[in-house]
């Protein structure tokens, strides 16, 4: 099937690789991590690139190419970088070292909870859940299952970003004043702080993920 314009127009302003690798090693992926914490304590001191470049008697390319993760800088100069930003020289391996979670739920496992939609018999099974983390985005992802009993209710409504993947069932969905009608296999991705939600339950039972990212706070 040919994408849209529209759709290829989106495809192709999109920079994130989802086959991409770590440039192959873990020693580049020190680098990075190094270079990142040093740019992060300049800029909190307000500190420019020369002026650090006169503190540590590196040159300004030298400390551009470290700050972009392109060299695998000393321990000589680390330890110059430490002194001069008045941070102890561990401090530079924070992001390498911080632990990268990951959520497994096995089917049949999701956590029940009681949302919002539960007053409409909303049936809400969390899949798994990763609080504060260093990408500074939060995501929800949930199994809803919908029933006879299940009422229609179209203005639910929050911050972030949600994504609908129709698994059973069909419904129809209403985000603001568009009605989409959803059949397995059909993804719907909206802004959620418009009133949104099921507008027609039109064969039940009707199960969908749905996920929802939103800026961490802290």
Partial sequence: ??????????????????????????????????????????KQQNITVAELAQLTGLSIGMLS????????????????LADALSVPLTSFFRQFEERREAVHTKAGEGVELEREGTRANHQYNLLGHIGANG???IVEPYLITLTAESDVFPTFQHGGIETIY????????RHGDQIYPLKPGDTLFFD??????????????????????????N
């Fill in 1 to 42: 099937m040919k994408l849209k314009k529209r759709d290829k127009e989106m495809a192709a302003n999109l920079t994130q690789d989802p086959h991409s690798v770590r440039s192959g090693d873990r020693e580049k992926v020190l680098e990075v991590a190094i270079g990142r914490e040093v740019r992060a304590f300049r």
């Fill in 65 to 80: 190419k470290i700050e972009n993760g392109n060299t695998s800088p000393s321990l000589t100069t680390l330890q110059s």
């Fill in 135 to 137: 990408s500074g985005v």
């Fill in 166 to 173: 129709m698994l059973d069932g069909e419904v129809d969905y």
């Fill in 192 to 217: 959620a702080d418009a009133p949104h939600g099921p507008e027609r339950l039109v064969s039940l039972p009707a199960r969908y993920i749905s996920v929802i990212s939103y800026p961490q706070t």
